[in-house]
C-alpha cells in the first residue's frame, strides 16, 4: 500500500497504535506485578519469572512470532525519513522542539522516547508529527519499538507479563506484517547492491566518464588561395574519424575536482586540404600522431572561502574551463561541428593548450569575475631562454559576466595574448584568415583581445545569442606594425526541437577577418584581408538514448580567406556521439 496519511486523520492506524503504546506501558518490569489469569483452559495458569527461560510454552510461542515479525536492522540505524533527512535519537521528548505537553498525544510520545526510546527525531530537534508518512515508514518505525521492546524482554528479570500485552503486541505487527516483509526485502537488496558496488567499484573518489565521436565528411569546392585567384581543384575524398576521450574526475573533499582526460583522435585538420582555416571541425587532432593516446587535460579545481574558486592545470586550461562563453547550446561535443562556430574565437581560443591558474569570484547572482593567466603548455616546462611560464607564449585573461536577469547573460572579455619570435602564431584560435592568424608573420606579437558575448533565453524552446571580437596586434620585434582583427556571429539555437533532449541551431557570422594592417612581407604584400566571407551553418542533434546521438551538420563558407576571387566551400558532415 502506498498511500500517505496524517496520523490524527488515519483513526484505525492510530487506534492501533494506542494498542501498541498501552502494551508496552502496562509492561510490568517488577516482581510484584500481577498478571490476569487466561481464560483459555489450553494456556498455562502459571508464569515463570524470567521470560528468555520461560517454560511457558504460549508465552514463548508468542515472543518468538513477535521476535521473528521485527527481526529487522533497526531502523535508528540505517533508515532515512521520507524527505531525505537523516533522522537522530532522542532520549528525553523535551529534546523535540515542537512538541508541548498540550499535544493529544504528548504522553504517549513521552512514554514511548523516555521509558522505551524508540522514537526518533530530525536533525534539527523537530518530531513533525502532523506531517505525512507511509504505511512502509510507519511499519520501519514499528519496527523500531519492536526490536527496542525485545531488549527489554530479554533483559528483563523476574518480570510478568499479560496475555492481552503480548496480544496487542502480536496484533500491530501482523497488521504491519505485508510492509515489514516488503521493509525486510528492500533492505536486503540495498545490502547486495551495496557490498556488489564495494567489491567492482572503480574508486571511492573517482569517476570514469568519456565519450566517442564518430565522423564521417566531405568538403565540397575549389581550394581556397589567399594571394591570387589562380584556384585549385577539390581533391579532397570523404573520410570517416574519431575522436575518443576517457575523463577521471577525482573529489577528495566533495567540493574540489581533480580533472585527467586521455583522448585519442584522428580526425584530420582540414586548412592544408581546402587551403583555408575556415573550414576546420572544432574537434580535429592536434599535433599528436594519429590514433595516439596522449594528456588531453589536467587540472585541479577546488573552492577558496564561500564565492572564490581556484583553477591550476599544466593541460588544456583554457577560458571555456574557468568563464561562461555563454554559448551553451551551439558549442561542445552536441553542438555545431565546425571550429568557428563553438564561441568566439579571440577570447576562448588562447592559440595554444594551457599551463598556469585561474580564479573566478561570484559577487552575486548577477556578477562573476573571471581571471587567469597561462602559458604555452609545450613551452611551460621548458627553462631555455624565451620559453618558461613568463618568457613563452602566454595569455592573460579577464571577464565579467553581468546576468541581469534570470534569461539573460552577458560577458565582457579581454586577453592579452604573447607570441615569441618564430614560434607557431594562432592569434585567433586555429580560424579565420591567414592574415589574421599571424598579421606579422614569425615576428613577435602581442594582441589586446576584447570580446561582448550574449545569450538570451527568450523562451525553453529559443534562445538568441552571439558574440563581437576586436583584437589590435603589435609587433614587438623585427618592426612597429599594427592591425586590426574582427569577427563576430549571431546564432539561433532550438532545444526541444521537434523531441525534448533534442537541440538546432543555426549561426551566421564573419570569421576573424584583418581588417587592416601596414606590415608588408618580404614580397611586399599586405597582410590584411581585401574582402568579407561569411559562415552560414545549421545543425540538429537528434537525441536517440540518453548516451547516444546524432548530429547531422552543414555549413558553407562565402568568399574563403576574405578573398572574393575564391569559389565558396562547403562541408558536410554527419557526428555520433557516445558517452558514458
Given at each position: 500500500m502506498n498511500f500517505r496519511f496524517q496520523f490524527r486523520q488515519f483513526t484505525s492506524t492510530w487506534l492501533g497504535l494506542s494498542l501498541l503504546i498501552t502494551a508496552v506501558s502496562t509492561l510490568t518490569f517488577n516482581a510484584s506485578a500481577i498478571a490476569e489469569e487466561p481464560s483459555d483452559s489450553s494456556i498455562p495458569s502459571e508464569h515463570t519469572s524470567t521470560l528468555?527461560?520461560?517454560?511457558?510454552?504460549?508465552?514463548?510461542?508468542?515472543?518468538?512470532?513477535?521476535?521473528?515479525?521485527?527481526?529487522?536492522?533497526?531502523?535508528?540505524?540505517?533508515?532515512e525519513t521520507h524527505s531525505g533527512a537523516i533522522v537522530g535519537q532522542v532520549t528525553a521528548v523535551s529534546q523535540l522542539s515542537d512538541v508541548r505537553p498540550t499535544d493529544w498525544a504528548f504522553q504517549a510520545l513521552q512514554s514511548l522516547v523516555e521509558r522505551y526510546g524508540c522514537i526518533v527525531g530530525y536533525p534539527d530537534k523537530t518530531y513533525r508529527g502532523n506531517q505525512a508518512i507511509s504505511r512502509y515508514e510507519f511499519a520501519a518505525?514499528?519496527?523500531?519499538?519492536?526490536?527496542?521492546?525485545?531488549?527489554?524482554?530479554?533483559?528483563?528479570?523476574?518480570?510478568?507479563?499479560?496475555?492481552?500485552?503480548?496480544?496487542?503486541?502480536?496484533?500491530?505487527?501482523?497488521?504491519?506484517?505485508?510492509?515489514?516483509?516488503?521493509?525486510?526485502g528492500r533492505v536486503d537488496a540495498l545490502e547486495v547492491r551495496t557490498a556488489t558496488l564495494e567489491r567492482q567499484q572503480f574508486s571511492t573518489t573517482t569517476k570514469l566518464q568519456g565519450d566517442v565521436l564518430v565522423v564521417g565528411a566531405d568538403t565540397f569546392g575549389d581550394r581556397a588561395n589567399n594571394t591570387s585567384a589562380d584556384d585549385t581543384d577539390d581533391d579532397t575524398q570523404a573520410f570517416l574519424g574519431y575522436r575518443v576521450?576517457?575523463?577521471?574526475?577525482?573529489?577528495?573533499?566533495?567540493?574540489?575536482?581533480?580533472?585527467?582526460?586521455?583522448?585519442?583522435?584522428?580526425?584530420?585538420?582540414?586548412?592544408?586540404?581546402?587551403?583555408?582555416a575556415m573550414t576546420r571541425f572544432t574537434f580535429d587532432k592536434s599535433a599528436f600522431p594519429d590514433g595516439s593516446l596522449y594528456l588531453d587535460s589536467l587540472n585541479y579545481r577546488f573552492p577558496l572561502g564561500d564565492k572564490a574558486t581556484v583553477w591550476i592545470g599544466t593541460r588544456q586550461l583554457q577560458p571555456v574551463a574557468y568563464a561562461s562563453n555563454s554559448n551553451p547550446l551551439v558549442g561542445g561535443s552536441n553542438g555545431a561541428l565546425s571550429r568557428f562556430a563553438t564561441h568566439n574565437p579571440t577570447i576562448f581560443r588562447p592559440g595554444f593548450d594551457?599551463?598556469?591558474?585561474?580564479?573566478?569570484?561570484?559577487?552575486?547572482?548577477?556578477?562573476?569575475?573571471?581571471?587567469?593567466?597561462?602559458?604555452?603548455?609545450?613551452?611551460?616546462?621548458?627553462?631555455?631562454?624565451?620559453?618558461?611560464?613568463?618568457?613563452?607564449?602566454?595569455?592573460?585573461?579577464?571577464q565579467l559576466t553581468f546576468n541581469p536577469t534570470s534569461t539573460i547573460e552577458t560577458a565582457f572579455s579581454y586577453g592579452r595574448k604573447y607570441f615569441g619570435s618564430n614560434t607557431g602564431f594562432n592569434l585567433t584560435g586555429g580560424t579565420g584568415s591567414t592574415f589574421a592568424r599571424n598579421p606579422f608573420q614569425l615576428n613577435a606579437t602581442i594582441s589586446d583581445n576584447f570580446g561582448f558575448q550574449f545569450n538570451w533565453r527568450a523562451t525553453p524552446t529559443f534562445h538568441l545569442g552571439g558574440w563581437f571580437g576586436y583584437t589590435l596586434a603589435h609587433q614587438v620585434r623585427g618592426g612597429d606594425s599594427n592591425a586590426t582583427i574582427l569577427n563576430g556571429a549571431v546564432f539561433l539555437a532550438f532545444p526541444d526541437l521537434f523531441a525534448k533532449g533534442n537541440v538546432g541551431g543555426i549561426v551566421v557570422g564573419v570569421p576573424p577577418k584583418?581588417?587592416?594592417?601596414?606590415?608588408?612581407?618580404?614580397?611586399?604584400v599586405k597582410r590584411e584581408d581585401p574582402d568579407t566571407s561569411l559562415h552560414l551553418e545549421a545543425f540538429y542533434t537528434f537525441r536517440v538514448t540518453n548516451g547516444i546521438s546524432i548530429t547531422p551538420d552543414f555549413y558553407l563558407i562565402t568568399k574563403p580567406e576574405h578573398n572574393d576571387a575564391n569559389e565558396p566551400i562547403w562541408v558536410g558532415a554527419i557526428r555520433t556521439?557516445?558517452?558514458f
Open positions: 528468555p527461560n520461560a517454560s511457558d510454552a504460549w508465552h514463548q510461542q508468542k515472543l518468538e512470532e513477535i521476535a521473528n515479525l521485527s527481526r529487522l536492522t533497526p531502523v535508528a540505524q540505517v533508515a518505525g514499528l519496527n523500531a519499538c519492536m526490536d527496542r521492546i525485545n531488549e527489554l524482554l530479554a533483559s528483563a528479570t523476574n518480570d510478568l507479563v499479560r496475555k492481552e500485552d503480548l496480544l496487542s503486541l502480536q496484533k500491530m505487527q501482523e497488521e504491519f506484517a505485508a510492509e515489514l516483509a516488503t521493509w525486510r576521450r576517457l575523463a577521471l574526475p577525482t573529489s577528495f573533499t566533495g567540493k574540489d575536482q581533480l580533472f585527467i582526460r586521455l583522448a585519442a583522435n584522428n580526425i584530420p585538420n582540414l586548412t592544408a586540404l581546402t587551403g583555408t594551457g599551463a598556469g591558474a585561474a580564479l573566478a569570484y561570484q559577487f552575486n547572482r548577477q556578477f562573476r569575475l573571471s581571471l587567469a593567466y597561462t602559458a604555452d603548455d609545450t613551452q611551460a616546462n621548458v627553462p631555455e631562454s624565451g620559453r618558461g611560464i613568463f618568457n613563452g607564449n602566454n595569455l592573460a585573461f579577464a584583418a581588417v587592416s594592417n601596414d606590415y608588408r612581407s618580404p614580397g611586399g556521439t557516445f558517452s
